[in-house]
């Protein structure tokens, strides 16, 4: 039985969108149903929805909502209002490149229609089979991921690249899911991912729920449990990853990667080729800095004293040369990656 995640993060239903809450998460799963692209772009930035393929999904049906919400009876009226809806959406989460690869689909899909109903229903017609691929992209990256870990394997991973990140499946989770349905025994250990919770709130929800072992660790924890050897293998997501193999992810991504190269522990990251960045280098990635109440309180209990600075990233860089491997739907990229990564893009086409 594929451990295929019940959990569907983002569908569209009637003509609305249904995703969801994952701010409830872990003690209650709650669906929220949108008819008003200005209340995705909101799920976006309050993280109701989060990681890069779901939110480059929640775009593209942030944008199919934006059109049918269109009163304009030309096809130049319709694409103005979309352009606007555009960039609402698209200022939500500046890092995470799907966003921007999903609302692009789709702007260039409704430029190719002639009349403003033809072009609603290319563009509904459109989102709805990225979220499909984003499930069959998941599966096939999982699958090459999967022959990278044997039997008995302990594999940590940070933040959460799972059913909840995507539109199912998961992308290092997905090659986790992989893995345990080739039939190894394998073990996950998760860190907590400060201040989001992420980890404790999605990654161990979501592989509890899927009946996966997994240990909740703190994230000062991470060297202590590759010192005395409780993990062999990492394997995280990416919200960005550049042609030279540097990798955008969660905060504290950068971290685990140093301490897994000092313990002699492969690390990868597991990305659809949506997430690539082939035009950017290091320099030019605006890293998104996210409000000091994210670290000063949990919920509504304060943890900090008034007034306090606050430096709050919500990513890190990791340089290619702490990385093992990149695991996509075209293939796993290894060192040098500015070749392995071209390679996979020439497969692709």
């Given at each position: ?294 670290v000063t309180q949990i919920g509504d209990k ?48």
């Amino acid at each position: 039985m594929e451990s295929f995640s019940s959990l569907k993060t983002i569908e569209w239903k009637n003509n609305s969108v249904v995703m969801i809450d994952q701010t409830k998460l872990p003690t209650d799963l709650v669906y929220v149903t949108y008819t008003d692209y200005r209340d995705v772009a909101n799920a976006i930035k309050t993280l109701i929805i989060r990681g890069a393929p779901a939110i480059g999904v929640a775009g593209a049906f942030g944008l199919a909502l934006a059109s049918l919400q269109s009163k304009a009876e030309t096809k130049d009226n319709l694409i103005a209002d979309l352009e606007q809806a555009k960039k609402i959406l698209f200022e939500t989460r500046p890092t995470a490149v799907n966003l921007a690869w999903g609302l692009e689909q789709i702007m260039n899909v409704a430029k190719k229609g002639t009349t403003p109903s033809e072009i609603k229903e290319l563009i509904i017609q459109t989102a709805k089979i990225m979220a499909e691929d984003d499930i069959k992209t998941n599966m096939a990256m999982g699958k090459h991921g999967s022959e990278l870990f044997q039997n008995n394997d302990t594999i940590m991973t940070h933040c959460n690249a799972g059913s909840l990140a995507t539109v199912a499946y998961g992308t290092a989770l997905g090659v986790i899911r992989a893995t345990k349905d080739s039939g190894k025994n394998i073990k996950v250990i998760a860190t907590e991912t400060r201040p989001v919770q992420q980890g404790s709130r999605l990654t161990a929800f979501e592989l509890n729920h899927d009946g996966i072992d997994v240990s909740l660790i703190p994230d000062t924890a991470v060297g202590y449990t590759m010192a005395n050897r409780l993990v062999n293998k990492v394997v995280v997501g990416a919200d960005r990853i550049l042609r030279t193999g540097h990798v955008y992810n969660k905060i504290g991504t950068y971290q685990v990667a140093l301490m897994a190269k000092q313990h002699g522990i492969p690390f990868y990251v597991a990305a659809p080729l949506s997430t690539f960045d082939m035009k950017s280098n290091p320099q030019d990635v605006i890293i998104e800095q996210r409000k000091g109440t994210e670290v000063t309180q949990i919920g509504d209990k304060k943890t900090a004293p008034d007034g306090i600075k606050v430096i709050n990233p919500a990513f890190d860089m990791t340089p290619p040369e702490l990385i093992s491997g990149i695991i996509t739907e075209a293939g796993v990229a290894k060192p040098p990656y500015e070749k392995s990564i071209k390679k996979l893009f020439e497969a692709k086409k």
